[in-house]
């Protein structure tokens, strides 16, 4: 599809969608804005300590860090797993790793026709439905499109390996490929940047749908490698005589990894403009954050837990495991007149609970079997919701042969096969340097109980076309 016809499409679904809008307007008015639209940022591999709002020296988030005088900041939400495909699949499914479909960050292992995804729960409550940028949970020709799950339009990457290259040949529009003209599948070089095209799609997708509920999902690609930006990006633009020594891939590296956070923390700030311009601040909730632990890139002698630290020399390990560093990552929500501004949370909670929480916001019941809970009275009040947070008995997470469980502050770790779990008081420990599990055999003992519990066969969705895959940058 040109890139024409693909407006005319998009256009086209838009107004399809337009004609049930009109009834959605109404009954919105009517019931004073009961359904908050929802805008979910996802910036992929974002980590906590990358943030000027929390110390880190080198990049610049003014944007993003409104949102933490302007809304709740939580110090312990967690990834759904320690790597995109995993964690994308939690997020959309209420489930944790040990029963989602996708548990791993294979390209042929997508989510089945069955799984029920939070923009399919989203619809039954009357929301437009877009999402923008990485999918992650399964390839074109699968049953983990998510045009099966729930999305009116989803534009960008499919396969995760597809998303390494910013100047791809195409992008995906609901299962479709979109021609990318003046792109040739090379890496760093094109005329067609991904993420403007994919940023520009988000924004219009809140335009078009500012009068009736939407659930527009930004899970956008940067600052995930490679580390690719155009030259006369303004955020490069600022940063590209910086004196950053830092190698990897490029020689720009570290310079482009910070101007494509600034780049997105910009496009964070449009987004919180337009919504403002358009009169919808009030209803709309905004949720930015990472999807799994920083990855300590343009590490170095000078630099061991990388260039930027994304995670503070505070947390053990980085993305791909499951100590804390393979988990944390900032989280921010905002919603003015509704949530406390300023606040800063220690709630423990994980992207299972954004299913059953945005389904609250919407008034519809999720599935009955997720692992996730809804964290509505933190975000909301315990007082205006009239009810007690509830709390997780446990939090669970498996990733190959890792394995790891949270309870309260206690954090059971098997890194890896035959290696015996290792257990840390977070609450002391925040580091996970000192293994207690010798001293407390009666806690380890509950953890690995639960842990044993929480482990379904793996399931495995169903390829229906397998030559409609990503077949490599080359490939058109
Ligand atoms: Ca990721």
New binding site residues.
């Given amino acids: 599809m040109k890139r024409r016809d693909f407006i005319k499409a998009a256009s086209l679904s838009a107004a399809a969608l337009t004609v049930p809008g009109c009834t959605y307007a109404r009954r919105r008015s009517a019931k004073n804005s009961s359904k908050p639209n929802i805008v979910y940022i996802m910036l992929?591999?974002l980590g906590y300590f990358e943030l000027s709002c929390m110390g880190n020296k080198y990049i610049e988030t003014p944007n993003i860090d409104r949102m933490t005088t302007e809304g709740i900041r939580f110090t312990q939400a967690l990834a759904g797993g320690p790597?995109?495909a995993p964690?994308r699949c939690t997020l959309m499914t209420g489930l944790h790793t040990g029963h989602a479909t996708v548990r791993k960050n294979s390209q042929t292992w997508p989510m089945r026709a069955e799984d029920v995804t939070v923009a399919e729960v989203l619809k039954q409550a009357g929301y437009a439905t877009g999402g923008f940028g990485k999918w992650g949970c399964g390839d074109r020709g699968t049953t983990g499109v998510p045009e099966m799950h729930g999305f009116d339009l989803f534009y960008g990457y499919y396969n995760q390996t597809h998303a390494h290259s910013y100047y791809p040949y195409y992008l995906v529009l609901n299962g479709e490929k979109v021609p990318l003209e003046g792109n040739a599948g090379d890496f760093g070089k094109g005329q067609q940047y991904s993420h403007y095209l994919i940023f520009d799609e988000s924004i219009k997708f809140i335009r078009e749908h500012r009068d009736r509920p939407f659930f527009c999902y930004c899970a956008w690609t940067p600052p995930?490698g490679r580390w690719e930006i155009p030259e006369d990006e303004p955020a490069f633009q600022e940063l590209k005589d910086k004196p950053w020594t830092a190698k990897k891939t490029t020689p720009d590296g570290a310079r482009v990894y910070a101007a494509m956070v600034k780049m997105v923390d910009r496009q964070v700030g449009r987004i919180l403009a337009l919504l403002k311009d358009l009169g919808i601040e009030d209803n709309t909730i905004v949720f930015v954050c990472g999807?799994?632990g920083g990855n300590a890139v343009f590490k170095s002698s000078t630099h061991p837990n990388g260039f930027f630290s994304p995670n503070g020399g505070v947390f053990r390990g980085n993305?791909g495991n499951l100590y804390e560093g393979g988990l944390r990552i900032p989280m921010l929500v905002r919603w003015p007149g509704k949530i406390k501004v300023g606040v800063v949370s220690d709630f423990l909670w994980y992207f299972p609970d954004v299913m059953p929480t945005l389904a609250e916001l919407a008034g519809v019941k999720p599935p009955d079997n997720i692992d996730g809970i809804s964290i509505v009275p933190t975000l909301l009040g315990e007082n205006v919701v009239g009810r007690k947070q509830k709390n997780h008995k446990f939090l669970y997470w498996e990733h190959g042969s890792q394995v790891a469980v949270r309870m309260g502050s206690f954090k059971a770790v098997k890194p890896g096969k035959n290696k015996p779990f290792e257990l840390y008081d977070l609450g002391k420990d925040l580091g996970e340097l000192n293994n207690i599990a010798a001293e407390n055999p009666g806690i380890l003992a509950k953890m690995t109980k639960y842990a044993g519990q929480s482990h379904t066969e793996n399931l495995i969705g169903e390829v229906l076309d397998k030559e409609k895959r990503f077949m490599g940058h080359k490939a058109r």
């Fill in positions: 992929d591999e790597v995109c964690t995930h999807d799994n993305k």
